[in-house]
């Protein structure tokens, strides 16, 4: 098998604002793995303030440890290619990630079958929310209502950079759309436990109707997070937190969490994604599959990969949405609904530029 890699740069028809970066671009690296007829592709994204990964770092990973693993093994020994990826290097999960679903999407291409199909799916479409970014309350107001009319029924406001503007900010937003959408909150590790409590208390007390809250407190602090999750009626769901098995069982044993998201670009791909969809499932912990800021490629990955494991509540794949500019084929969003592809695998056809 040849494994090459692409740097791409996709601009963002919007700016893109968490508590943690801004984003202008899709910074990524697309991989794609070759049996010499077929490719399969894979997407690292450029994670600096989650994963810590970056394109060069990526390139350098699959292009040194992991293309060393794969050396002398052919394209049908998919298990044994997976987990000679996963052992390649410590850390590094986009890298992995990349390299993981090219694997599983050569495999599926070589089959004559779509990715979903590939993981034991017939659904091909998928639901997922759509962020509004951090701004003042009218800005935020303005963009639920726009997200309302681009067809949007759930809506995740990023919060956790002003622990007492973020409860005016929530409750515009909610005035402005009315009772109907579902509203989730992201703090992105944004507030202290002592204001994650307070603002989501002010929120319940004031009939916002809060679906979930998302990583209210630092990562590492996961008896902060239990604290909160005792001390409020809304549920809350763990990111950052969770990386890997261990990480999730942890936040299992300290109850610290009511659901997790699960990351391509944080496990190292659907292999591990799919072993940590079923150990929430095995302990009663609710489950969503998230995306970093990642374009056709990776979200296409976890959407298959969301068709063949439902969730328990509606997935947060937005992100290729953002793009003003696509660098391959793929999915195909109508509103809330992601259209996955009928052509074999991810649908790839090659770079579009």
Known sequence: ??????????PLHTPFI??????THVESLLVEVSDGELSGWGEAPQVWKVTGDSLAGSQACIEGPITTALDGLGPDDLTEALRRVQGAAVGNFGAKDAVDVALHDLAARRRGQTLHGFLGSTVDLVRTDVTLSVGDAAALATAGRDRVADGFDVLKIKVGTDAVGDIERVRRVREAIGPEPRLRLDANQGWTRRDAVRVIRALEDAGCAIEL???PVAAADLDGMAWVTDRVSTPILADESVYGVRDLVAVIRQGAADLVNVKLAKCGGLAPARTL??????????AIVGCMMESHVGVGAAAALVSAYPTTTVNDLDAAWWLREAPVTGIR???SLIHLPSAPGLGVTGLTA
């Open 213 to 215: 809250v998302e990583q």
């Open 277 to 286: 969809l079923e150990l929430a499932r095995e302990h009663g912990l609710g």
């Open 1 to 10: 098998m040849k494994i090459t890699t692409h740097r791409v740069s996709a």
């Open 333 to 335: 969003y109508d509103g």
């Open 18 to 23: 968490t508590a943690l970066r801004t984003a």
